[in-house]
């Protein structure tokens, strides 16, 4: 009864990340040079335990479907997808001296600031890089897609830090 719980909750956050970004935070720009990500919260905020496999199922759904309201031709599919690929790598690279508890999920309160400041903004960052450069698809416009990846990156490490602030509030201490 858990798994399928675990389950149905999952793909009501896939729907929810998806359907705001789609409906509502797309239609912001910063400057007319930098995007917010949104959807990327689903993949960033999977818990620690979810299996590479499982990672990489979802990252490339997630990346089709925007792909798919986009049409975008693979972009976001592409995108995506290398960060479900890194995501465990930066896991293993932040892994605090005692390891990750079966039950840690990607929290700012449990992990700290600086453990999530830095993996947000390393995933955010080869994300969006990946992203701009294939939407590009060449290196002709280097500087302007460096100020888009730059922009890009701040608009949506702050979205998802105010994310995290909102939906997993600080646990108070007895």
């Not at 790598?89 to 508890?101: A, N």
């Not at 294939?134 to 890009?152: D, H, M, N, Q, Y």
Request: proline letters at 3%; aromatic letters at 16%; glycine letters at 8%.
């Amino acid at each position: 009864m858990g798994n399928a719980l675990q389950l149905l909750l999952s793909a009501l956050r896939f729907f929810l990340y998806a359907g705001i970004h789609v409906l509502l935070i797309s239609r912001l720009a910063l400057f007319d040079v930098g995007w917010c990500f949104f959807y990327l919260g689903f993949l960033l905020f999977l818990p620690i335990a979810t299996p590479v496999v499982l990672t990489l199922l979802l990252s490339f759904l997630m990346g089709f479907t925007m792909d798919r309201f986009y049409d975008t031709g693979g972009v976001h599919a592409a995108a995506a997808l290398l960060l479900g690929y890194l995501r465990p790598w930066v896991l293993r690279l932040l892994t605090p001296r005692d390891g990750y508890d079966a039950q840690d999920a990607v929290n700012i309160h449990q992990m700290g600031w600086q453990w999530f400041l830095v993996y947000l903004m390393l995933l955010v960052s080869i994300h969006h890089f990946a992203f701009f450069f294939l939407e590009l698809g060449s290196f002709s416009a280097v500087g302007l897609t460096l100020l888009k990846i730059l922009a890009s990156t701040l608009f949506t490490g702050v979205t998802m830090l105010i994310v995290q602030l909102l939906t997993f509030p600080a646990r108070r201490r007895r």
